[in-house]
């Protein structure tokens, strides 16, 4: 009895951590069909920034030009990361709609800003929405304020810090994650990656790894960009 105690423990702490094969779907989730994908190439539903897969975080996707193509990331913190810290040039920004999932011009659509849905890279969610009526729908449903998409670009720099230090802090153990996953279930390669989504992209190519759901994914995607 103790050993299966035991062993009963151990699987439920290992999915706990890693999630199940059909991991539970968050507010900010649709399936890849319902999905968007306005950049291009291998690694495309990736965020070039942290390497998210976007449907799984698809409400709070953001997009825009870069050099005449398009980058899409997961979230407003990754749009912020990419243009304050990496000095992107970013045209023509554009955001999912949360009513009707499709993309518009970020800087004419409503944010609802702290609502109790949960934020993707920030402890602050923020959605956004064409109409100012689904903004304050939501808002009154779900809490927050509704903004304009400076004044939300706003919130997100001065979080940016402290929503940056807890993300380092989860990757730190993903990381570990990642490399004891790696070891025990995936075929080994000497590649250098220049992106977490490149290494994710990577992976799936070549089939690297087997039975990897998303998160797991994840945690091999940012060992491999991140090891010596």
């Known amino acids: 009895m103790k050993i299966f105690i035991t062993l009963f423990t151990s699987l439920l702490f290992t999915a706990l951590l890693f999630g199940s094969d059909t991991e539970m779907k968050m507010f900010q989730s649709?399936?890849?069909?319902?999905?968007?994908?306005?950049?291009?190439?291998?690694?495309?539903?990736f965020c070039p920034v942290c390497g998210m897969n976007l449907p799984m975080f698809y409400k709070t996707n953001h997009a825009a030009n870069v050099k005449g193509e398009?980058?899409?990331?997961?979230?407003?913190h990754c749009l912020v990361e990419?243009?304050?810290?990496?000095?992107?040039?970013?045209?023509?920004?554009k955001v999912v709609d949360t009513a009707s999932l499709e993309f518009?011009?970020?800087?004419?659509?409503?944010?609802?800003v702290g609502s109790r849905k949960k934020g993707t890279m920030s402890m602050l969610s923020k959605y956004a929405f064409k109409k100012l009526a689904d903004a304050k729908a939501f808002a009154?449903?779900?809490?927050?304020?509704?903004?304009?998409?400076?004044?939300?670009?706003?919130?997100?720099?001065?979080?940016?810090?402290?929503?940056?230090?807890m993300i380092a802090k989860k990757q730190t153990m993903?990381?570990?994650?990642?490399?004891?996953?790696y070891k025990n279930m995936c075929k080994k390669t000497e590649q250098k990656f220049d992106s977490v989504a490149q290494a994710k992209a990577f992976v799936?190519?070549?089939k690297l790894c087997s039975h990897l759901n998303g998160k797991k994914l994840q945690a091999v995607g940012l060992y491999l960009y991140n090891r010596k």
């Open 30 to 45: 649709v399936s890849p069909q319902k999905a968007t994908l306005l950049q291009k190439g291998k690694e495309k539903i």
């Open 70 to 76: 398009e980058k899409q990331y997961c979230s407003l």
């Open 82 to 93: 990419d243009k304050e810290l990496n000095h992107t040039n970013l045209k023509n920004i």
């Open 104 to 112: 518009i011009d970020a800087k004419t659509a409503h944010y609802v």
């Open 140 to 165: 009154e449903k779900n809490g927050g304020t509704v903004m304009s998409f400076e004044e939300a670009y706003a919130e997100a720099k001065k979080d940016f810090a402290n929503d940056s230090r």
């Open 174 to 181: 993903m990381i570990k994650k990642g490399a004891m996953i």
């Open 204 to 206: 799936k190519e070549h």
